[in-house]
Structure formats: C-alpha cells, structure tokens
C-alpha cells in the first residue's frame, strides 16, 4: 500500500464548477500535511498547509481528518489556470524533514 | 532571487557514462534532498541530507551516490547511467523553522535526463 494514495484523474471540469480531491495516507504519525501544485514541467510549489481546524485560502480549502488518515481540497469557481496537478503531501514525525508525496491528481479546467 | 538553483537543466547520456547533478540554495536551509519524478509514479525520495557532511538513503537510492561538503550545496552522482535512470530530477531544501511555519520545501526547478 502507498503511503499516501490519490485518485490520478484526470479531473475534467467546466469553469466556476467547484471540485474536490481526497487523499489517504497510512502513517498515523504523519504530523505535517500539504498541498502542492505543480504545472506540466515545473516544479512542484507549496500550495496551501493542511491544518486539523481546516484552513481556507480565497477560493481554495483544506482539510484534515485524523481519525480517518484523510486530507481534502475544495476549489470553488474554478479557473482556467487551476488547471495542474495537485500533490497531497505528508510528513513522518522525524527530525529529517522528509516529506512523502502522493502520485497527485490532474485537473483540467475548461472554457 | 533566492533559491535553489539546478544544474545542467537537460542532459543525454549513453549507457555507462557518469555524471554530477548540482543542487545550490541560498536560504541557509539545514536539509536537502534529491527527488526523482517518473510519470504515475509521483516524486520518490533518492537521497536526503540533514546538514552539512551528513547524507542517508531515501526510497530508491541504488545507482545513485551523494555528497554535501558545504551547507548551500548538494550533489547528486550516477557513476554508471542506466536507461532505467531517464527520469526527471528534482533538488528541494528546508529548514526546521520552515516546517514549522508551514512552508514545506523549496524546489529547484529540475533536470530532464534521458539516458539513451
């Protein structure tokens, strides 16, 4: 089993539909959780921090659920240039900094 | 800009050959790693560093050597390229006050390698 598992896609979506993507992971001692963005041939960049209160960043919102290893990303009116992939990320309890990325999922926002 | 900065961007290498990718970043950043990414297999960590002179094996370390003699700079080494080596590689930096801060990693911008 991966330690953290998400569904590919691709995501198609029209513009101003609202999407979600889930994430699993299988550590319970993961401590740290990200999203990522990366564009096709770029570098991945943090997106948003996943806190266990949920956080919200204009148009973009994060989960976290402990109890069910689960972590969720909401983009209401999508745009055309959310169009990316989007890497759920953790982090293990450790003093090394090392994060495990999901294989992401790709959305793909059209006119 | 700050950052981390890789070199070369893109390289061809025949079977057997070797070569250096060089990672640099200028946020004073204690850790470092080496990431490869192959498409539906996401980015899987090849080998990390928790400060200077100190490295440690990630998930696919085989083929791969690794150095960090000063702080700002990290090396990776593939001393006999496979084809099974193509791939795209990317360097990433952080900082125990980063990740409590929440900001994750700075990544480089990566190397596209194709091993022929």
């Known amino acids: 089993r991966k330690e953290v598992e998400q569904d590919p896609g691709p995501f198609n979506v029209p513009e101003g539909a609202t999407v979600a993507f889930n994430c699993t992971y299988s550590n319970s001692a993961s401590q740290s959780f990200f999203w990522y963005r990366q564009d096709c041939r770029k570098e991945p960049k943090l997106l948003m921090s996943?806190?266990?209160s949920g956080n919200e960043d204009g148009r973009f919102t994060a989960q976290l659920n402990r109890a069910s290893q689960y972590i969720s990303l909401l983009i209401r009116d999508s745009k055309l240039s959310d169009s990316a992939t989007y890497l759920c990320v953790v982090n293990i309890r450790s003093n090394t900094g090392k994060l495990i990325f999901g294989q992401g999922t790709t959305l793909q926002v059209k006119p | 800009n700050a950052g981390v900065t890789q070199t070369p961007k893109f390289r061809v290498l025949k079977t057997g050959q070797s070569m250096t990718l060089l990672c640099a970043q200028d946020?004073?950043?204690?850790?470092m790693y080496w990431y490869r990414q192959d498409p539906g297999m996401g980015l899987r960590l090849i080998h990390y560093?928790?400060?200077?002179?100190?490295?440690a094996k990630g998930e696919v370390p085989d083929g791969y050597n690794v150095s960090r003699l000063k702080k700002q700079n990290f090396l990776l080494g593939l001393e006999s390229a496979a084809p099974s080596q193509t791939s795209v590689y990317f360097c990433?930096?952080?900082?125990?006050?980063?990740?409590?801060?929440?900001?994750?990693?700075?990544f480089g911008s990566g190397t596209r390698l194709t091993v022929v």
């Open positions: 996943v806190y266990s």
């Open positions: 990433a930096s952080s900082s125990p006050r980063t990740r409590q801060a929440g900001y994750g990693y700075t």
């Open positions: 560093s928790v400060g200077e002179g100190t490295t």
């Open positions: 946020m004073n950043h204690e850790y």
